[in-house]
């Protein structure tokens, strides 16, 4: 990419004009009375200079291409940490061993970047893997790395519960929502939620220290579902599960205002044939191929280990070559 398409991938003419609008708000005779927002908007001034003087600055192949990938991440909520769902499709077993493997492939890439994970709730399968799960996920643009990973996830292999060693095809859905600070515009009438008190699995592993103080939280109005098991008392897993619950309803809200092609948080459809957005094929050949930018890679199980930046990269640079 040559500098003046990086030049418009920046945005710097708009960032430009911010600078000086920030530097003109900074001189007006009012500005340190709401502290808090003076210190925001000279951060935010201080950024944005930082990243002029780069751009300006660049002139070698490695810089740019260094500027290039930064500004995959510039948008809205991409600095945000990331509260990353699994679902199993319909399948049985297959599906929820599926739905397991995806966790694993990022809790893995979490590790490998160096994030701090913590999962806030996991519902085990009949005989095997998962029927669902929720992690949250905080590091350098968590958020920003993990909102393309939102979809339908397709699985070829051989499967290993069957006798007859069958191929077999499994989905699973995966939803991806920035953590939101700024809810307060999110108000849930009490009427519109069901709220349920389950037993989950204490600290020392699965039917070991077990309470009812796992709560599942249904926004009746829109079917969101969001349950939290990981902490020790009730209350608190209700409070957990509140906030991710308005969170999802102000990803939502934000998508319905500013109409995005692209959700925050993932369609959460059915999982099902003709809508995935990246298949693993294990049998009868070894490939994983992303169905929106093309990307492919010869060695799924290194993929499914958590080497994920290739597709992560691929989809930020489809998405911003259609905007």
């Given amino acids: 990419m040559d500098k003046i398409q990086l030049e418009k991938l920046l945005k710097i003419a708009e960032k430009r004009e911010a600078a000086k609008k920030i530097e003109r708000e900074m001189n007006a005779p009012d500005f340190w009375v709401n502290r808090e927002k003076a210190t925001q908007l000279m951060q935010k001034l201080s950024a944005i200079n930082q990243l002029l003087e780069r751009f300006d600055r660049a002139q070698e192949e490695a810089e740019l291409a260094e500027l290039e990938r930064e500004a995959l991440f510039a948008e809205e909520f991409d600095e945000c940490p990331a509260i990353l769902s699994v679902h199993a499709g319909a399948g049985g077993t297959e599906a929820q061993d599926w739905a397991e493997m995806l966790l694993r492939m990022y809790l893995r890439f979490a590790e490998r970047k160096g994030f701090t994970t913590e999962l806030l709730e996991k519902s085990a399968g009949e005989e095997a893997g998962i029927k669902s799960a929720s992690v949250r996920i905080e590091g350098l643009n968590a958020y920003g ?13 051989l499967s290993p519960y069957d006798a007859d060693k069958a191929r077999h095809t499994s989905f699973a859905l995966v939803e991806v929502i920035p953590e939101l600070e700024q809810l307060g515009d999110i108000e849930i009438p009490e009427k519109d939620l069901k709220i349920d008190v389950f037993r989950s699995s204490g600290h020392g592993g699965q039917s070991v220290n077990t309470t009812d103080s796992a709560v599942r ?6 079917k969101i579902t969001v349950a939290v098991q990981n902490e020790r008392s009730q209350s608190q897993n209700r409070e957990t599960a509140s906030k991710i619950l308005k969170m999802k309803l102000k990803a939502r809200q934000i998508d319905e205002q500013k109409a995005r092609e692209r959700t925050l ?7 099902e044939w003709g809508k995935q ?3 693993y094929f294990l049998q009868p050949y070894q490939q994983v191929k992303d169905h929106r930018s093309g990307v ?3 060695n799924p199980l290194g993929v499914l280990d958590g080497a994920l930046d290739p597709f992560i990269e691929g989809y930020l640079k489809h998405l911003h070559s259609k905007n």
């Avoid at 790395?145 to 292999?157: D, T, Y």
């Avoid at 939280?217 to 829109?222: E, F, R, V």
């Fill in 145 to 157: 790395q993990l909102k393309g990973e939102a979809g339908v996830h397709r699985l070829i292999r």
């Fill in 217 to 222: 939280i249904t926004h009746l109005p829109t």
């Fill in 265 to 271: 948080r993932g369609e959460h459809t059915s999982a």
């Fill in 277 to 279: 957005i990246r298949s």
């Fill in 296 to 298: 492919e890679s010869t």
